[in-house]
């Protein structure tokens, strides 16, 4: 089991919905990022946080809007999305010490927008 | 020009062949690469992690970094069909607050 865990697995919502999808780590580390991953494309980087401050948000809708409450948790909140919002959503956690330690995934969920 | 090229495929190959998956980068800052193996309905997971130039043996696994060519190379020999999978090259610049930069993947496929 990854240190990671990302729930939902799956999701599908209306255009009109409003859900989260929650990520918590066990990992010990200071830093969370969301990303989101379509088929065929680099991995898009959406926003990261950095001891609970938000420090990148790459130019992401405000349709979501994260949520990082404390270092283990990290929240997405989704609303009124579209139908290309369809994706594999991917939570990671790092340790942002300065020695570039890699990222750390979960297993992400699975949005299907209707 | 992207900052990372990685071929999607897929690359087909027997059980038992040596694999090489590779990206090409532009960006010369990059001094940290790194390999994921993502399975299907699973988060990429870290399968090598390198600094600068030379290889790195794990196993079955070789990772490779070429930085005057911008060249970054896995090698899977005895490959498994439990090696299907779709593999992502990351590479990021020295300083602690850079964020990897991703390729595409590569999906790999072995057959029995």
């Known amino acids: 089991e990854t240190g990671v865990t990302q729930t939902p697995r799956h999701l599908v919502m209306g255009m009109t919905n409003k859900k989260s999808l929650k990520c918590e780590q066990h990992l010990g580390h200071n830093a969370m990022y969301w990303y989101k991953q379509s088929a065929k494309k680099p991995l898009e980087l959406m926003f990261v946080?950095?001891?609970?401050?938000?420090?990148e948000n790459n130019s992401v809708p405000s349709r979501f809007s994260p949520e990082c409450p404390n270092s283990s948790h990290l929240f997405l909140h989704l609303h009124t999305l579209q139908p290309e919002d369809s994706a594999l959503y991917l939570c990671?956690?790092?340790?942002?010490?300065?020695?570039?330690?890699?990222?750390?995934f979960g297993n992400g969920t699975r949005l299907t927008v209707t | 020009q992207k900052e990372v090229e990685q071929d999607p495929g897929p690359l087909s190959v027997p059980e038992g062949a040596i694999v090489s998956l590779n990206c090409t980068y532009s960006?010369?800052?990059?001094?940290?690469f790194m390999w994921y193996r993502q399975y299907s309905r699973k988060g990429p997971e870290l399968l090598m992690y390198t600094y600068s130039s030379g290889n790195k043996e794990d196993g079955r696994f070789t990772a490779q970094v070429d930085k005057s060519s911008k060249y970054i190379s896995l090698f899977i020999r005895d490959s498994q069909p439990s090696d299907s999978a779709t593999y992502l090259c990351?590479?990021?610049?020295?300083?602690?607050?850079?964020?990897?930069?991703f390729g595409r993947g590569t999906s790999l496929i072995v057959h029995p």
């Open positions: 946080y950095n001891f609970k401050e938000q420090t």
């Open positions: 990671a956690s790092s340790t942002r010490d300065g020695n570039n330690s890699p990222l750390h």
């Open positions: 990351a590479m990021s610049r020295p300083g602690g607050s850079y964020i990897p930069t």
């Open positions: 960006n010369s800052a990059f001094q940290y």
